[in-house]
């Protein structure tokens, strides 16, 4: 018998053949670290929260709901005051060689989460050098009265007031469960900045090793409740320059290519190796105004640099048409879009004469600050500047450009040091108050995510009172008027709406871009 034609069917059926493959995928920067509730940019939450950590509740960018996660069900008083959450049972903790955990998840782990973010009598609370950016600036020490332990295995939150948004805003990954355990471990040993380096969550992966400016290496999660991770190791290559990332994929050193730019589609098409995925994103490109930095703090100074501004121009060259003009905070497909908001036109001459009306006839000089690597939010930052720096120039703001690396630019955007801020935002669960709590409030300005560095009573009481209830229309009225006022004011010079691009290689499977911009490597494998 002749078993030659057998061979490649032997080889094909063999353990070897079938093992599955690492995951390395190309990211565009730095984690700023891995204690996800000190930070608020998407890379950090990408490389924490979405691989290393679980929320109580989790939303679904398919249904548009929310989920069930490590909390199994939820009750709603009539009053809307208290939450009452069942916890997932079995869950465990990662163990690893600097914690090896005695307990399952429990209550403890929950109330030790938000006290520590809340309470400034906890002996946790300052040691986050950063603060707690996104928990101040969605106001929860205000909101939330108590945490409270049922059992080992219910929990309770007990609201000073109601707020519809409260259940999705958990689902954020600021809001991700931690281990009192392994906290009460590091707070003896007199280490609580391990936090940081060494974390610990409930998620699909668990963190090996960290290198700045080069990779963050993860292994699977043996005990991840939700399943077996079908990975046997996740990487990410922190690539800055999107080009590189594209060859990369090309060469097949990374599987997955976040942050494309439209540039690097095009060239990629043809190329019977590699997908492109997509997805509108829920995102804002932008850049924020300083009104607390003169001349920037008079409304007739912002106005110009808007009317200034050739927004098509900078579209074309640096979107190349992918992305959607953008007129206020958030996308015109979400509800409660204020459609009677006109966008600033380019008008030069009105521009100068707002100047001179607010008492710069002859302009002045100022900064303009922007990251050196691409993003999907600014795919191209030094033609962008560039172009922001002509225009102003036409109307005499001489605006000097500073590039600065991206865990810098968001450290010092945050502490109020920039004038002129290219930045974006990106929502987490399609609510309106996802993009004007943190970006508008009064509480975000002292947070730092509020980078117009803008307080107003009369818009902090309409994003506040938006919240407290539950109707829709209601919330939409007051969201209508708050885009008005912010339009208005020139708070942001809105850039665009960008889809959302990931490249990928065709022996990836189960991975789908995320219009948030959030990932999920716990079913995805490479074949």
């Known amino acids: 018998m002749n078993l030659r034609p057998l061979l490649p069917v032997l080889l094909l059926a063999s353990p070897l053949a079938l093992a599955a493959k690492p995951l390395t995928v190309c990211t565009d920067a730095n984690p700023e670290g891995f204690d996800v509730v000190q930070y608020n940019s998407l890379v950090t939450t990408n490389a924490s929260a979405d691989v290393l950590m679980n929320r109580l509740v989790e939303y679904d960018a398919v249904s548009h709901k929310l989920q069930p996660g490590l909390a199994t069900s939820w009750q709603v008083s009539a009053d809307g005051l208290s ?23 429990n209550a403890d782990d929950v109330v030790f989460t938000f006290q520590r973010m809340l309470n400034p009598e906890h002996p946790w609370y300052k040691t986050a050098a950063n603060g707690y950016p996104h928990a101040q600036s969605m106001q929860l020490p205000k909101l939330i009265k108590a945490v409270s332990k049922l059992d080992d295995n219910t929990v309770r939150f007990e609201l000073n007031y109601p707020e519809s948004t409260f259940l999705s805003t958990l689902s954020m990954g600021f809001a991700s469960i ?19 380096s060494k974390p610990i ?26 399943g077996k991770v079908k990975l046997p190791a996740l990487v990410y290559a922190i690539t800055p320059d999107a080009t590189v990332r594209v060859q990369k994929l090309k060469a097949g050193e990374c599987q997955l290519a976040l942050s494309a730019k439209p540039q690097d589609v095009l060239a990629v098409q043809g190329d019977s190796k590699i997908r492109v995925l997509s ?15 003169k001349p920037f703090d008079n409304v007739l100074v912002r106005q110009a640099v808007n009317l200034a501004f050739d927004k098509n121009t900078y579209l074309k060259t640096v979107f190349d048409g992918t992305a959607t003009a953008a007129t206020l905070p958030y996308p015109p497909n979400t509800w409660s879009y204020n459609k009677s908001v006109k966008p600033y036109p380019q008008d030069l001459a009105r521009a100068k004469k707002l100047l001179a009306q607010a008492g710069y006839p002859n302009g002045f000089d100022t900064t303009l600050w922007v990251r050196p690597s691409g993003s999907t939010l600014n795919p191209n930052p030094k033609a962008g500047a560039e172009l922001l720096q002509a225009d102003l120039a036409k109307v005499g703001i001489r605006a000097q450009i500073k590039v600065i690396e991206w865990g810098e630019l968001i450290k010092r955007g945050k502490a109020g040091e920039h004038d002129l801020l290219f930045m974006g935002w990106a929502g987490d669960n399609g ?36 919240k407290k209830t539950s109707d829709f229309a209601q919330r939409s009225k007051l969201y209508l008027q708050a885009q008005k006022l912010i339009s208005d004011q020139a708070l942001w010079l809105p850039l665009a709406h960008p889809t959302a691009y990931v490249l990928e290689r065709k022996e990836v499977a ?3 871009a995320n219009p948030f911009g959030r990932v999920n490597f716990a079913t995805v494998n490479v074949q």
């Open 83 to 105: 939450y009452t959450f069942r916890l997932r049972p079995g869950v465990a903790f990662h163990s690893t060689d600097y914690f090896k955990p005695t307990r399952k998840l």
């Open 431 to 466: 609510d309106p108050d996802n993009f004007l709590t943190p970006q508008f409030s009064c509480a975000a300005v002292q947070s730092g995510t509020n980078f117009a560095r803008y307080c107003d009573p009369k818009l902090d009481k309409l994003i506040s009172d938006g």
């Open 178 to 196: 931690y281990s009192a355990e392994y906290a009460a471990q590091l707070q003896a040993a007199g280490k609580q900045a391990e936090l940081n």
């Open 201 to 226: 969550g409930t998620g699909p992966f668990i963190l090996r090793s960290f290198q700045k400016d080069s990779v963050v290496r993860y292994q699977p999660n043996p005990a991840y409740w939700g």
């Open 279 to 293: 997805t509108p994103a829920f995102m804002t490109a932008f850049v924020a105004i300083n009104s607390q930095h």
């Open 510 to 512: 189960g991975f789908a």
